[in-house]
């Protein structure tokens, strides 16, 4: 079997709560080469599972300040409209910050967080918005939307939004 297989079968595995199988392919497989490129490539995967488990992997190693190259965040942006499971998209708006993504894939992230803003999961309206203000950052031209979508977060029914707008709120003063 080779290692993409592999890694995507034990990625499989993952029942979205317990960390330790992830934990288990990064040891077995987080030296290789094309790790990363694996991890940028299962995030888009049809199984939520795989894809879940991908991006957990990608956030983790960015925590852990083994980030993705800017080529890998390229594929990675380039599979962005394929990402569906809702926790493989919370990955990915929790480490936008932590990746170097090259400018001109920013188009594709707005892309990403936009629709993500008024998902019915509280945290992944959080980190969207984190994510959108993330970019406004980076960009300037942002700047306004992310202004007028931190206003609306800042009333949001959940208390999970309003303190990450609150939160972001006070980096931006």
């Known amino acids: 079997m ?3 297989h592999a ?7 993952f029942d979205r709560k317990s960390p330790s199988v992830l934990t288990e392919a990064a040891a077995t497989y987080g030296s290789g080469e094309t790790y990363f490129d694996m991890l940028a490539d299962l995030s888009a995967d049809e199984d939520d599972a795989v894809s879940s488990g991908a991006t957990w992997l990608i956030k983790h190693h ?9 080529d890998q965040c390229m594929t990675l942006a380039d599979h962005l409209d394929r990402i569906t499971a809702w926790d493989a998209q919370l ?3 929790q480490s936008a910050r932590l ?8 188009d594709r992230l ?5 629709p993500l803003l008024a998902h019915r999961r509280p945290f992944l309206r959080a980190w969207s918005l984190d994510l959108l203000c993330h970019l406004a950052e980076r960009d300037p031209g942002i700047a306004a939307e992310a202004e007028k979508v931190l206003a609306l977060a800042e009333e949001d029914p959940a208390a999970s939004v309003r303190a990450r707008a609150r939160n ?3 980096a931006r003063r």
């Not at 890694?7 to 595995?13: G, K």
């Not at 960015?62 to 800017?70: F, S």
């Not at 707005?110 to 936009?114: C, D, E, M, P, S």
């Open 168 to 170: 972001l709120r006070k």
């Open 110 to 114: 707005l892309a990403f967080a936009r």
């Open 91 to 93: 990955h990915i708006c």
């Open 62 to 70: 960015a925590e852990n300040g083994e980030a993705l190259a800017p």
């Open 2 to 4: 080779t290692e993409p």
């Open 7 to 13: 890694l995507r079968n034990q990625l499989a595995a």
């Open 99 to 106: 990746l170097p993504y090259p400018d001109k894939v920013t």
